[in-house]
C-alpha cells in the first residue's frame, strides 16, 4: 500500500462485502453536475459525495475502488464529506470517533430518518497515520443496504 492509502471503518453494524482494487485509476469521466458517466476503478482521493461504489472494503488500507453511476446497481453511496484539522495524527480511535460522530449526525439528514431506526447502514474512509502525513483529513460517509444492492440515491430514502 502506497502512503496515500486511507482505512476504511464500519459503523457499529457491519457495511458489505469488501472489494478491493489495486492499480492506476482512470481518468474519472463526469456530466456537467459532477456525476459520473461510467463504472470507473478510481483513487479514493477522487471520491465526491454523491458518488456511488461496487462494493466497500472495510477493515482494510485502500487506494483504489470501483465507482459507477447511481443509476446503475451499486453497494454503496458516499452521502457526507468532513475535515478533521491538528498537525499530528490523533490515533486510530480518535478517527474513527471523529468519522462515527460526523457520520451518524449526517445519516438522518441525507437518509431521512435516524441511524439507530434505519434497515440501511454506514461505514467511513477515513485517514490513516501514513495518509495523514502527506496531508490527508478528509473523512467520507458512505451508507448501503446491507440486505440488497441498489440502484438509484438513497438521499430522502426514508429507511
Known amino acids: 500500500m502506497n502512503s496515500m492509502a486511507r482505512a476504511a471503518r464500519g459503523g457499529t453494524i457491519a457495511l458489505l462485502t469488501a472489494l478491493v482494487v489495486a492499480g492506476c485509476g482512470e481518468d474519472v469521466e463526469r456530466d456537467d453536475n459532477g456525476e459520473l458517466l461510467e463504472q470507473t476503478e478510481m483513487d479514493v482521493f477522487e471520491l465526491r459525495v454523491g458518488d456511488c461504489l ?5 477493515g482494510d488500507e485502500i487506494s483504489q475502488v470501483s465507482a459507477v453511476p447511481c443509476s446503475e446497481e451499486h453497494s454503496d453511496e458516499v452521502f457526507a464529506s468532513d475535515q478533521m484539522t491538528g498537525e499530528d495524527y490523533p490515533g486510530d480511535e480518535a478517527v474513527a470517533d471523529f468519522a462515527d460522530e460526523v457520520c451518524v449526525m449526517a445519516f438522518e439528514e441525507f437518509v431521512g430518518t435516524p441511524w439507530s431506526d434505519s434497515e440501511l447502514d454506514y461505514g467511513f474512509l477515513a485517514p490513516t497515520e501514513s495518509s495523514w502525513a502527506e496531508g490527508d483529513r ?3 460517509c458512505i451508507v448501503g443496504d446491507p440486505e440488497s444492492d441498489l440502484t438509484g440515491s438513497l438521499e430522502n430514502a426514508g429507511r
Open 54 to 58: 461496487e462494493g466497500f472494503a472495510e
Open 138 to 140: 478528509e473523512v467520507l
